[in-house]
């Protein structure tokens, strides 16, 4: 078991004075899945009242506005989690039996249908294919995901909130939004149910307790094949301890930390800042 400490600030300073702004913050994990949420907070600068809910996918939402002049806004999300997940015991589903199983479920069938952000070239259809021949299909759905980590070179700075998959894949270069975005589209290519994952990754487990290291939101995949299995596969990583899950939803556009309209002038400039601490 790890208990994380995750603080996180973003926000979006603005080109002008700002008349008023309309917005959504999905910063804070649930409980479930292996984790517990000991304690949860989102501080809102300025100052403003918000409603929480849990939207469709299950992501817990903050939503907010802001009808007094500002030039910036800041949201702080401090989150103190225990995590402790156990591995999948349970076999998997067979071919035969994964295509009726998946039909039967809105929660997988939702997660067949590729979208704008994770619509697969070719290409990576055809290495999907080949990755999985002779597996079943737990054992296919891990070796897409490694494939993929094999073939994308994890790099920021190359591509931007709104590349697709196919952009990422051109680029042979992403970060972690863009490698599960792949990840997804290759797995719904061959009929297996998969959905984008948002949250946190503590980067080294050695660093030591107490100690805080910067980190950033994170991304990795689910597949559906008996049951929902989670893996990471920018870092090629199975989903364990260091790992504080957020959101889940189809795509990156359905757990964005932070989204929202404003009146004022345009251009604004996005700032992120994430901290994740190993508790004792």
């Not at 994308?152 to 190359?158: I, S």
């Amino acid at each position: 078991m790890s208990r994380l400490r995750v603080r996180h600030v973003t926000g979006y300073q603005y080109g002008g004075g700002v008349t008023q702004s309309y917005n959504e913050a999905r910063m804070l994990p649930g409980s479930g899945d292996g984790q517990f949420v000991l304690a949860a907070n989102l501080e809102i600068s300025p100052i403003s009242s918000s409603q929480a809910y849990v939207d469709y996918w299950g992501t817990r939402v903050n939503s907010f506005e802001i009808l007094t002049p500002h030039d910036e806004l800041s949201l702080t999300a401090t989150s103190l989690v225990e995590v402790q997940r156990a591995a999948h015991a349970e076999p998997g589903l067979s071919w035969t039996d994964l295509g009726p199983a998946a039909q039967a479920s809105v929660d997988t069938v939702e997660q067949l249908q590729q979208t704008r952000l994770t619509e697969p070239p070719e290409e990576v259809v055809a290495i999907a294919r080949a990755a999985a021949a002779d597996l079943d299909p737990c054992a296919a759905a891990l070796a897409v995901c490694r494939e993929i980590h094999r073939r994308v070179v994890y790099m920021a700075g190359v591509t931007g909130v709104q590349s697709t998959a196919q952009e990422s894949w051109e680029h042979g270069r992403g970060v972690c939004q863009d490698i599960a975005h792949i990840a997804i589209g290759a797995l719904r290519a061959i009929g297996v149910p998969a959905r984008y994952v948002s949250g946190y990754l503590h980067p080294d487990p050695a660093f030591p307790i107490g100690t805080p290291v910067t980190g950033e939101s994170h991304a990795w995949v689910e597949w559906f094949c008996g049951s929902w299995h989670g893996f990471d596969p920018t870092n090629d990583l199975p989903i364990g301890e260091r790992h504080v899950l957020v959101g889940r939803g189809r795509d990156y556009a359905d757990v964005a930390p932070l989204r929202g309209v404003y009146a004022g002038p345009f251009g604004s400039r996005l700032f992120v800042e994430v901290e994740i601490t190993r508790e004792a």
